[in-house]
């Protein structure tokens, strides 16, 4: 039986590959480490712009879509849990590997780490899932202000540790990406951000964060309100309306706060966070749902639907690209450039991928990380070319 894809995820998928292209390279290029007072008036109203927009709307996107896809794999009859398990593990596995050689701002190990909790909430009704989800995405408020900032204190003690193994200083700590010229001092880099962000996830309570959308996209998914927009246009326009009018002047405080150092306390921008970027997030969703079921037939959606498809192949190129523009290995322009000119690199390196993944799947089904994982999973070789899948059906 021929599974039918869905191309409003597919869509969607690709427009959230954009925003973490968008919210990630300001990391690759090495601006985020450099210092606010020798930022342009034109870098504030970038950022500004850049934290308004996207910061962690687009990270709310794509977890609800990954969420939704674990939906569709375990409410699927003829999936078994294990099965299941496995591909988390896989998972798992990729992301540490994109943690330790590539990139220090992984997310996918988080991703599956989170995922292989869901089987736990799989015969709940998904009234209840939802009050779970949305518990869970209020929780780090709780946390933060009952625990404040000690948590953060052996991951600093820890970084600097490692750091002065390898020389890394204060001083060149911003620049030593850019400045090295072989792999052996990135690994030396990646070394202390692998252990920073793996305590990340921990003092900013970002489990509770993902397992909290995890759910959310869970319930869209099994409801299946992605496979009949036009049924729940009610309840998508809502989504839209309440988010926008919530998430708007809520997002103007959040983006004051961030740029100005959090001067009310990490407990207000927490509320900040809480109360703009997840309703933010789900307006992003339902509106575009929206405009999808209005002509679901445009040619920019078959666009989108093209990096979409390859969407964790596209996550971890996108690491790829940042590295050899902006790391010393490469070109090394990381802290030479400002931040609007990072952005538009950003927007460069997601037009090559929507090229590249165009031309990629007309030759093949899967993207390359796709096939590798599903094999890995499955334990078995699976056609590629999109001609021998076809004879497979």
């Given at each position: ?301 078959l666009l989108l639907t093209k990096p979409g498809r390859m969407a964790c192949t596209n996550y971890l190129s996108q ?75």
């Amino acid at each position: 039986m021929v599974k039918k894809r869905h191309v409003i995820l597919d869509a969607l998928r690709g427009f959230a590959i954009l925003g973490i292209c968008l919210a990630n390279f300001p990391e690759f290029s090495l601006w985020t480490f450099s210092d606010p007072e020798g930022w342009t008036v034109t870098d504030k109203v970038t950022r500004a712009i850049q934290t308004f927009l996207v910061d962690g709307k687009f990270y709310t996107l794509f977890s609800l879509l990954f969420g939704m896809g674990f939906s569709i794999q375990l409410e699927n009859a003829g999936q078994k849990t294990r099965t299941f398990y496995r591909r988390m593990v896989i998972l798992f596995l990729i992301g540490l590997c994109h943690l330790f050689f590539l990139w220090s701002g992984d997310i996918l190990m988080l991703y599956a780490a989170m995922g292989m909790l869901l089987p736990l909430f799989k015969r709940l009704p998904t009234r209840k899932i939802l009050v779970w989800g949305g518990a869970f995405l209020v929780l780090p408020v709780i946390c933060e202000a009952l625990l404040g900032t000690r948590l953060s204190d052996p991951l600093v003690a820890e970084q600097w540790r490692i750091c002065a193994l390898y020389g890394i200083t204060e001083a060149n700590f911003g620049t030593w990406l850019a400045d090295i010229s072989g792999y052996k001092g990135m690994l030396q880099f990646l070394h202390q951000g692998a252990v920073e962000r793996m305590w990340e996830f921990v003092t900013s309570y970002r489990f509770f964060k993902v397992l909290g959308l995890f759910l959310v996209g869970y319930a869209v998914g099994r409801e299946r309100i992605f496979a009949d927009l036009g049924a729940w246009k009610g309840l998508l326009k809502k989504v839209l309306l309440y988010g926008f009018a919530l998430g708007i002047p809520v997002s103007v405080a959040y983006t004051w706060s961030s740029m100005a150092g959090e001067p009310l306390g990490p407990v207000a921008h927490s509320v900040f966070y809480l109360l703009s970027v997840y309703p933010m997030g789900f307006a992003y969703a339902a509106g575009f749902c929206l405009l999808f079921d209005r002509k679901p037939e445009g040619k920019g959606w078959l666009l989108l639907t093209k990096p979409g498809r390859m969407a964790c192949t596209n996550y971890l190129s996108q690491s790829l690209f940042g590295v050899l523009i902006f790391y010393g290995i490469g070109f090394g322009l990381g802290g030479k450039v400002g931040l609007l000119a990072t952005e538009a690199v950003a927007i460069g390196v997601y037009a090559f991928q929507i090229a590249f993944s165009a031309l990629w799947l007309k030759w093949f089904h899967f993207g390359p990380v796709e096939w590798g994982w599903r094999m890995l999973t499955y334990g078995k070789r699976l056609p590629l070319l999109e001609r021998e899948y076809s004879k497979n059906l």
